[in-house]
């Protein structure tokens, strides 16, 4: 019988081994390795990482979902279980994800017998880059499903919070690049060249304005630029200039209208200043839209573990890509307080793993509510 201890075990053995996105090779072993030493079904799909196991019997049907890539990001925490993979980090928790959902596997496969249906856990390959959950949707593996489940540790919570919302609870998430190939030239003689960081400059300027001159307010997006380059010297006029940020929005038109304000912004400063302008638009995660009655029967089930739960007012502006699941199947997805000092995605990540502690009883109840529902 697992418990507390093992699921702790188990997160700081991922923490210490993590690989990225489509990475996976030796984690999807290890957590065959213990799912089998359960004797818990295991189903071969058409991927080179993550996998489904399945328990129980009978037609229903009920999807969890762990993801189980890390991030390439230097660690600077100290412990006994750092990551001994130089310049990758579990700074995202999908270790503690991987942790609760074996958690839930074991303890249900004690009580397979009981269960009125099956239950599959998806290990999820390659969330951090947007396309493992689609990828695991398009194997057919959620063909007999009547409802996928999924989590994240949220930092900003505390240990027994819950937060959850109906409808959209996270945005869709979309990548813009620009090149500018501009003529380069001294930087002495200006006029023989046609300077590419000049046009960089106004696109800067016009994609700041793009949400608050163009979106109403009633409506939310974000266009965030990450990244600027151009040239390697301080006396000469580079031929090219490169800029690549990210879109987030929670309605089609407004994702659409933005992307179309992006192209013609290009469009404008390539006739205005000579120059051609690239851009590559790329849709990551789409907007995760939860399900009202499982939303009702989440909440339900968190209160009945003992989770403070948080009833959302606005979706967050984080990407997630269990939206890839949902596209021909009701959801639900929560956020479980991880106190943490430092945000997802910072290199000192330290999640407080007293959070171990209800995960797994919240699925677990959810999953026999739904399954007594459905059957």
């Known amino acids: 019988m697992t418990n507390y201890t093992d699921y702790v075990n188990w997160r700081r053995t991922f923490h210490q081994y993590p690989e990225v996105s489509n990475n996976e090779f030796e984690t999807t072993k290890r957590l065959k390795r213990i799912l089998e030493a359960y004797q818990i079904k295991i189903i071969d799909i058409p991927l080179e990482t993550g996998?489904?196991?399945?328990?129980?019997?009978?037609?229903?049907?009920?999807?969890?979902?762990?993801?189980?890539?890390?991030?390439?990001?230097?660690?600077?925490?100290?412990?006994?279980?750092?990551?001994t993979n130089t310049g990758v980090m579990h700074a995202c928790g999908h270790d503690i994800h991987m942790a609760s959902i074996l958690a839930v596997a074991t303890t249900l496969k004690e009580q397979e017998d009981k269960l009125n249906g099956r239950v599959k856990f998806l290990f999820q390959p390659a969330e951090e880059i947007g396309c493992g959950a689609k990828a695991m949707a398009n194997t057919g593996v959620l063909d007999d499903v009547k409802a996928i489940l999924g989590f994240h540790n949220y930092p900003i919570l505390n240990i027994g919070e819950f937060a959850i919302k109906s409808g959209a609870i996270t945005s869709a998430v979309d990548r813009f690049e620009f090149k500018i190939h501009g003529k380069g030239a001294h930087a002495a003689k200006p006029e023989q060249g046609n300077d590419p960081v000049i046009v960089l400059g106004q696109l800067i300027t016009s994609l700041q304005t793009i949400v608050s001159r163009n979106i109403s307010a009633f409506d939310s997006a974000v266009?965030?630029?990450?990244?600027?380059?151009?040239?390697?010297?301080?006396?000469?006029?580079?031929?090219?200039?490169?800029?690549?940020?990210?879109?987030?929005?929670?309605?089609?038109?407004?994702?659409?209208?933005?992307?179309?304000?992006?192209?013609?912004?290009?469009?404008?400063?390539?006739?205005?200043?000579?120059?051609?302008?690239?851009?590559?638009?790329?849709?990551?995660?789409?907007?995760?839209?939860?399900?009202?009655?499982?939303?009702?029967?989440?909440?339900?089930?968190?209160?009945?573990?003992?989770?403070?739960?948080?009833?959302?007012?606005?979706?967050?502006?984080?990407?997630?890509?269990?939206?890839g699941l949902l596209e021909e199947h009701p959801g639900v997805f929560a956020f479980i307080g991880s106190n943490s000092a430092y945000d997802l995605h910072h290199p000192k990540y330290d999640p407080d793993e007293r959070i171990l502690e209800k995960v797994p009883e919240y699925f677990i109840t959810l999953i026999q509510q739904l399954l007594d529902e459905y059957s």
Request: with cysteine; hydrophobic share 40%.
């Open 223 to 323: 266009v965030t630029i990450g990244e600027v380059s151009s040239g390697n010297t301080w006396n000469v006029i580079a031929d090219n200039a490169y800029v690549q940020g990210t879109v987030r929005s929670f309605k089609p038109e407004v994702q659409a209208y933005i992307e179309q304000r992006l192209r013609d912004t290009a469009k404008g400063l390539e006739q205005l200043f000579n120059v051609e302008i690239e851009m590559i638009y790329t849709h990551l995660p789409g907007v995760v839209i939860n399900d009202d009655y499982l939303t009702q029967q989440a909440k339900q089930a968190a209160e009945t573990v003992g989770y403070n739960v948080i009833e959302l007012d606005n979706p967050l502006t984080i990407g997630e890509d269990f939206s």
């Open 51 to 83: 996998f489904v196991a399945e328990i129980g019997h009978g037609e229903t049907c009920i999807a969890v979902r762990t993801d189980i890539d890390a991030l390439p990001i230097r660690e600077q925490v100290e412990h006994e279980f750092t990551s």
